[in-house]
T-cell receptor
Framework: AQKVTQAQTEISVVEKEDVTLDCVYETRDTTYYLFWYKQPPSGELVFLIRRNSFDEQNEISGRYSWNFQKSTSSFNFTITASQVVDSAVYFCALSGSGTSYGKLTFGQGTILTVHP | DVKVTQSSRYLVKRTGEKVFLECVQDMDHENMFWYRQDPGLGLRLIYFSYDVKMKEKGDIPEGYSVSREKKERFSLILESASTNQTSMYLC????????????FGQGTRLTVV
């Protein structure tokens, strides 16, 4: 079985603050993939990043950065200097191999509101 | 651009009706998914399919079935719609099972009255 937990239901920040969205996952697979998606108010999910289980390097893309730690089964997402346009629901997801082959499991999502 | 198209944006059906939600992708993806999205519960996987005529149960398959007769089309069927199936339904596809990102349709808001 695989599971993704996003413990933060809602986060509210003021523009220019940094914000970190937490994601903890469970899987028995040794090979797996982690994802983050953004769902803006328009509703369509947008892919942000993919990480495989063998690559623990942190990644930075502009104001976005991701911290993958296998030791704590976490894949956290940080937005630096947040902007109003970052307001959205953010989902973490896990895709396994083995018994979970092909299955893509999402967390509950974190609603991020950035106030001007 | 990958396109995942769901046949309806909004649907209203009566309790007990048989409901078909259609999804088509145009990029020859192997994998297709059906999710429902409810407030506070995130996206919950109903069924997925990693090949034509193959289907696997997700986490909440009860009350649903699926059909994948052609690679590009994945249908979700509510055999006898009930009010607790009122939800947003999202279809997605990915190139291969496993490590490739999924692309989503615009969603179908189903209301069962």
């Amino acid at each position: 079985a695989q599971k993704v937990t996003q413990a933060q239901t809602e986060i509210s920040v003021v523009e220019k603050e940094d914000v970190t969205l937490d994601c903890v996952y469970e899987t028995r697979d040794t090979t797996y993939y982690l994802f983050w998606y953004k769902q803006p108010p328009s509703g369509e999910l947008v892919f942000l990043i993919r990480r495989n289980s063998f690559d623990e390097q942190n990644e930075i893309s502009g104001r976005y950065s991701w911290n993958f730690q296998k030791s704590t089964s976490s894949f956290n997402f940080t937005i630096t200097a947040s902007q109003v346009v970052d307001s959205a629901v953010y989902f973490c997801a896990l895709s396994g191999s083995g018994t979970s082959y092909g299955k893509l499991t999402f967390g509950q999502g974190t609603i991020l509101t950035v106030h001007p | 651009d990958v396109k995942v198209t769901q046949s309806s944006r909004y649907l209203v059906k009566r309790t007990g009706e048989k409901v078909f939600l259609e999804c088509v992708q145009d990029m020859d993806h192997e994998n297709m998914f059906w999710y429902r999205q409810d407030p506070g519960l995130g996206l919950r996987l109903i069924y997925f399919s990693y090949d034509v005529k193959m289907k696997e149960k997700g986490d909440i398959p009860e009350g649903y079935s699926v059909s994948r007769e052609k690679k590009e089309r994945f249908s979700l069927i509510l055999e006898s719609a009930s009010t607790n199936q009122t939800s947003m339904y999202l279809c997605a596809s990915s190139l291969f099972p496993g490590g490739t990102e999924a692309f989503f349709g615009q969603g179908t808001r189903l209301t069962v009255v």
